[in-house]
């Protein structure tokens, strides 16, 4: 998780995992707009982990 500061008073206003949020400092009043600059969970992908096999010798190859 990351700390949520305000941009103005540095005050402490959430721990959070986000993707995009809006939030109004209770103590100044500041509105602060945050977003991800990067994806929170990051997936591989399919190409990445194709394993690939001899399908040969399966068990339960009829040929």
Request: proline fraction near 6%; charged fraction near 30%.
């Amino acid at each position: 998780m990351e700390t949520i500061r305000c941009g103005n008073c540095r005050k402490k206003l959430a721990e959070a995992e986000f993707i995009r949020l809006s939030i109004k400092c209770p103590r100044c009043g500041v509105i602060n707009q945050l977003k991800a600059v990067e994806p929170l969970i990051s997936m591989p992908r399919a190409s990445e982990n194709e394993v690939l096999y001899d399908k040969s010798n399966h068990p339960l190859d009829r040929r």
